[in-house]
């Protein structure tokens, strides 16, 4: 996150973001009712059950509103410089 930032979208903001940080929970439901039946551990998954592996960070444009990955705010932000 150290690199600078400019939004895709609205191409003019360079300085309001919001950062948001990406927790995923791996779970089991039941599929007729949709509640939790079983929380997976990053160690103790199912066979089938894949881990996640989606980006850690989420970027928001503070001005449009626009969420991508971070890469996307900071490739723009390079060719800015």
């Known amino acids: 996150m150290a690199t600078p930032y400019r ?3 609205c191409r003019t ?3 309001r973001f919001n950062i948001i940080k990406q927790v995923a929970e791996s779970v089991k439901l039941d599929p007729k009712t949709g509640s939790v039946m079983q929380t997976y551990e990053n160690g103790n998954l199912d066979a089938i059950h894949l881990p996640y592996r ?3 960070y ?3 444009c503070g001005v449009c509103g626009l969420i991508e990955d971070e890469r996307m705010f900071a490739k723009f932000g390079e060719s800015s410089i």
């Open 13 to 15: 903001n360079k300085s």
């Open 54 to 56: 989606g980006p850690e």
């Open 58 to 60: 989420k970027i928001q």
């Open 7 to 9: 939004c895709p979208n």
